[in-house]
Structure formats: structure tokens, C-alpha cells
């Protein structure tokens, strides 16, 4: 079967790049939105050989969603890539012509039915399957942040915007309706401590760094800034948490009244109230030290924290799971509050972070949203090598989740949703907006509470997603969690606008 003259034209082009050299790699696909899966798999593909060559599907391939000319540039930008071209003929055809050293696939075509199998064993080459490298970090991200200039430390991607047809004006009037929310959260309360500290150098007497702090400054965290989020942008939030016995629990209570949080707070002499301390030098933290007890609560205390959440969501439009897997949410608690709420058609988001110890996420079913880190997403489904939309929608329904975000912190926020009629879903990628952030601890929570509050008054997760990472984009440019204001949104919002 002969090729479409645009396959040979690309014949004659690769050809005379390599000059019969080099070691060539094909990859194709339909690259709807490129985000950090795609690039993983490239940067996986280019390092199996000396020249890249990607064949972008053209519009008649099922999946495509994007113009094709428009999908094929998303390509053309990756610095990975040594020639790119529309793919106008079956893979296993070109394939057969070009006769590449390497074929990759993705990790989830591994165990399908693949035609290019016959074409590439024809004549002695490889097919392999990989998700790239859990770990990866974008070149393309780095060089940006090298060649960009930035007058701004936050800077909001527009083409996000044009691709779902919403403009800043509409993500101000989302932010004046939150003012009119009634909210719950539960979960684990913490206190960060940020001790500053001036550096003396080493040890001479073993290879220690050591330091003398200099200032102590503590913040509310964990739950308790979701809740104090929630009433910075203008809601009204009851929290409902467990705290220790203990002076930490008075300054958490003393915090939740200068902010204006109703509070419901359980104390339990088995327990310290969570204390994380950051010991910092040069805005860089040394060491995190955390003083904490993880066993469940009694079962005492989860029906009193069950009674006023039947309570609170009586008025509630939304309750938010703030889970730490600290030992306040046990498995029993959750599922009577979830189908509570499910009863009473209230919605309901969760967020379970887990970054030094084992959470699951997928726990909380049927959650209109979750947000958890790609480190988060794996363990819950215990995924280590598929790509990251086929790691989204396996945890969406494991979860029976409407909605996903993966976040991936420098790399920004993958968003896996669902379309109008339920039917479909939908994958695109967010990049992240502080080009410098100074303390990333508090991304997740503010990222939580604002798209959150957004789905709540009626947003789709598109400009929900864009909400949530401008307010994470806002709690990263300062040290500490300090409680988010609408004025903080807006006037970033402002800087974005373009002129008249």
C-alpha cells in the first residue's frame, strides 16, 4: 500500500536529517493537550535513541478533539522532538517504510492488541512500552523559567482560558457569590512552626550543620487553614477537628476566632495537638521535625463529631474531608458522613495528603472533587508506571470521583473531568502560575478550599481549576499559611487583564 505524499515528504525529511546515523525513535499519538504524561513519555522515547520522531494523528483518528494543525504544534514546541509531522497513514504502515531502531507506546497499550507488533518485528526493531520516569521533571519547564522574564512572579497561562470559553470577569463574579456559602470541614488539625534560623557552619566534631534559631513564628494548618480559607473568601464554616490537651490547642482556638471560624474542637488526652516545626535558613527549610499521634480517635468522639456535623450540614452547601491520616477521619466516621450528605444532596469534596506516611484518597466515595498529589494518586490505586490520564481515571473510579486534579507541583495541575452528560471525560493540564514560590506547604489546601468553594457556586471544573491554582499560586508567594482574602485573587486578576 503506498504512503500519502505527506508521509513521504516526512520520509525524505527524516532521512535527511539523520543521514543513515543516528538511532531513530517513532512515538505517535493524537496529543490532544500536551501535558507532563506526554512529555515523561518523550523524554523516555528520545533517550532510547539519538532523534525523535513524533507522527501526530491526523483528524480522522478516533480521539482527536483538537484542530490537527493546532495538535501538531503542541508537538513542535517539546525541544525533545527531532522532527515532527500529521500522520495521515496507519502507524504500522509508516512504520514499515521508516523502519525505526525504536517504537514506543505508553505503558497502558502494554497488554492490547498492538499492529505495529508485526511491522516492527519485520525487520529486527524494538516496540517498547514505558510511562517515562515517575520522578521527571520537565526541560521544557526548566528552560522556561530560564528564558522567560517575569515582572511578575505569577503569571496565568490565557490559552487556558480561550480553549473553554470563559473570561477573568466571570472568575470575579465567582468570587463575589462565595461571600453567600455555608460550609463544613473535618479533618486533622496542625500548627506549622517556622523557626528562622542563622547558620554557623559544621560540626567539628561529626558532619553536622549547625544552626542557632533566631524567630519563631506558628500558623494554623492543616484543616484548620482549609476552614480558615473557606472564611477568608468569604464564607460562613463550621470545623469540626480533635486537638490534644494542651497550650497548641488554646492558640488554635484563639486563631479560629480572630478569623471568625465556629469551632467544634475535641479534645483527647491520648493525643499532642499536631505540631509540624520547619527549622529554616535563607528561606530554604533544613529540617522538618513532627510531634504527633496517629491512632485513630475513640469511638467516643467520632459520634460526637458525627452529631454536630448532622448539626452544622443542616445549613451547609458544601462539606469538605480534610484528611492528614492523622487518625481523626477513620474509615467508619467517613462513610457515615458521606452517606449522610448523599442523603441530603450535599455536595462533597476530600483531600487526603499523605506525604510521609500511607493515605488513600479513593476512601472517600463519590466526591464531586479530589485533590491529590501524583504521589498520593499512585498509592491510592498502587500504580507506579502508568501514564498520568490513565492513573486519573483509574482513581476516579476507584473512587467513583466526578472530578480529578493530580497535582504535580512544578509541573502545575492535571484535571481529568467529566463532560456535561456524564458519559465522556476530559483531560487537560494547567501549568503552575508562581514561577517563585517561597513556601509550597500550604498549595494544597488553598488549591482545595477555592475550587471547591467554585464548583459549589456553579462553576465547571474548568474555571474551578483556574480559581484553586491562582489561589495556591497566592499562598505560595508567602511563608506561612496565612488565611486567603478575595482582594489577594483579585488582584492578580487584574494584572492578567489585557489592555483595551
Known sequence: MSL?????????????????????????????????GHLRLLRFAAECGDFLVVGVNDKRSQG??????????????????????????????????????????????????????????????????????????SLDLLRKEFQQVNYSTIVAPRDFLHR?????????????????????????????????????????????????????????????????HARGLGAEVDFISVTGKDVTAQMTRDWLDEYGVSHSLYEDDSRPTTLKQRFRTSNKTLL???????????????????????????RADLLIFSDFNYGCLPQALVNALIDHCRGKGIMMVADSQSSSQVGNVSRFKGMALITPTEREARISVRDFNSGLVVLAETLRVEAQAKNVLITLGAEGVLIHAASSNGEQWHTDRLQSFNTAPKDIAGAGDSLLTCASMAMAVGCDIWKSAYLGSLAAACQVGRIGNIPLRPSDLQAEMKNFELPA
Open 164 to 228: 473553554h470559553g470563559f473570561a477573568m470577569q466571570e472568575l470575579n463574579e465567582a468570587l463575589v457569590k462565595m461571600r453567600g456559602l455555608r460550609i463544613c470541614v473535618i479533618g486533622d488539625t496542625i500548627v506549622d512552626e517556622y523557626i528562622t534560623c542563622d547558620p554557623l557552619g559544621m560540626s567539628q566534631e561529626d558532619p553536622t550543620i549547625v544552626v542557632s534559631p533566631v524567630l519563631s513564628e506558628k500558623f494554623i494548618g492543616g484543616a484548620a487553614i482549609v476552614a480558615a
Open 4 to 36: 500519502h505524499a505527506d508521509s513521504i515528504n516526512a520520509l525524505t525529511e527524516i532521512r535527511r536529517r539523520v543521514g543513515g546515523k543516528k538511532k531513530i525513535v517513532f512515538v505517535s499519538g493524537n496529543f490532544n493537550i500536551v501535558h507532563p
Open 64 to 137: 482527536a478533539l483538537l484542530e490537527e494543525e493546532l495538535r501538531l504544534e503542541g508537538v513542535r514546541s517539546i525541544s525533545l522532538v527531532g522532527y515532527s509531522f500529521l500522520l495521515r497513514d496507519a502507524p504500522e504502515e509508516f512504520i514499515a517504510q521508516l523502519r525505526p531502531n525504536v517504537v514506543v507506546k505508553g505503558k497502558e497499550h502494554e497488554t492490547g492488541i498492538n499492529t505495529e507488533t508485526q511491522a516492527v518485528s519485520a525487520y529486527g526493531g524494538k516496540l517498547l512500552f514505558s510511562s517515562g520516569d515517575v520522578s521527571f521533571s
Open 288 to 314: 522538618r521535625v513532627s510531634h504527633l499521634r496517629n491512632q485513630d480517635i475513640s469511638k467516643e468522639i467520632q459520634q460526637k463529631i458525627f452529631w454536630d456535623a448532622q448539626e452544622a450540614l443542616t
